[in-house]
């Protein structure tokens, strides 16, 4: 056989045992799982930097990198998988989610306030009222968070902000 082949074929299976073994202690151990987060995005961030400096000038270049990019999407899906299995509260987005909900009412106020005097129902007025209560309510919780007074896991049951699931 050729000791090119032979020599990839070994080093290949060292690389898959490495990490199904670091996958089956995961399950086991938390700590673990945090350290599997950090080889995959460690992993994903320098194949990330090969994908992007491939050649892509051929037919062959191009399948290559069409294969090489369908490896990289799925190393992903598991690292954010993961990620979402340390952190289930999603406390790296939290903030963001809550920000994005304040100003998605804010948007419903303003539409809301422009169809009541558009059709002069005061039904959307009441609605709008409403609405900028909670608006008010999510601040002051947001404050609270900012503050350490309240943790994610807290607040996104008291303000029914769900954690994104990756299906």
């Keep these: 056989m050729n000791k ?8 290949l299976c060292c690389v898959v ?15 673990a799982k945090s350290a599997r987060m950090m080889e995959l995005e460690s ?12 050649p892509n000038q051929t037919k062959v270049e191009q399948d290559a990198v069409v ?3 369908k490896r990289l999407k799925q190393l992903d899906i598991e690292k954010e998988k993961l990620r979402r299995e340390t952190d289930p509260d999603d406390e790296a987005h939290f903030l963001n989610d809550l920000t994005s909900s ?11 306030k422009a169809r009541a005097e558009r059709e002069q129902n005061q039904e959307f007025l009441k609605q709008a009222e409403k609405i900028k209560k ?5 601040e002051k ?12 896991k807290e607040l996104r049951n008291e303000l029914d902000i769900p954690a994104n699931d990756l299906k």
């Design 43 to 54: 992993e994903y961030d320098a194949k990330v930097s090969q994908f992007n400096a491939m």
């Design 67 to 69: 294969a090489e990019g």
């Design 4 to 11: 090119k082949f032979v020599v990839t074929a070994t080093v």
């Design 141 to 152: 919780e947001k404050q609270a968070y900012l503050d350490g007074k309240k943790t994610v």
């Design 17 to 31: 045992a490495a990490a199904i073994g670091t996958s089956a202690i995961a399950k086991i151990d938390p700590f």
């Design 102 to 112: 304040i100003h998605a009412m804010g948007t419903g106020v303003v539409e809301l």
């Design 134 to 138: 909670d608006i008010e309510r999510f």
